[in-house]
């Protein structure tokens, strides 16, 4: 892998991140299907860019038996 291709990447994530943030935004909590249906991205860039946003501390995530659900922590 070329060092571009990892630039490239790495700002593909990045995009998608500011994606799945804007979603959220506008829909709340959602469980990790609904975010797949409403962000157009291939499904290991999406969760690359949701642990961008975790790792930011801008998501909070709530398990339950069936599946996980994704929203925005209050004021980020």
């Known amino acids: 892998m070329t ?3 990892i630039e ?3 700002e593909k994530i ?3 991140a500011g994606l ?4 959220l935004n506008e829909n709340g909590e ?3 299907t609904q975010l797949k249906k409403g962000v ?3 499904n290991d860039v999406l ?3 949701i642990g961008w ?3 930011e501390g801008k998501l909070t995530y709530e398990k339950d038996n069936r599946s996980v659900r994704v929203a925005l922590l209050a004021g980020k």
């Open 3 to 5: 060092t571009d291709t």
């Open 8 to 10: 490239n990447l790495v």
């Open 14 to 16: 990045g995009e998608t």
């Open 20 to 23: 799945v943030w804007r979603y």
């Open 30 to 32: 959602v469980n990790l």
């Open 40 to 42: 157009e991205a291939p």
């Open 47 to 49: 969760h690359q860019a």
């Open 53 to 55: 946003l975790a790792r």
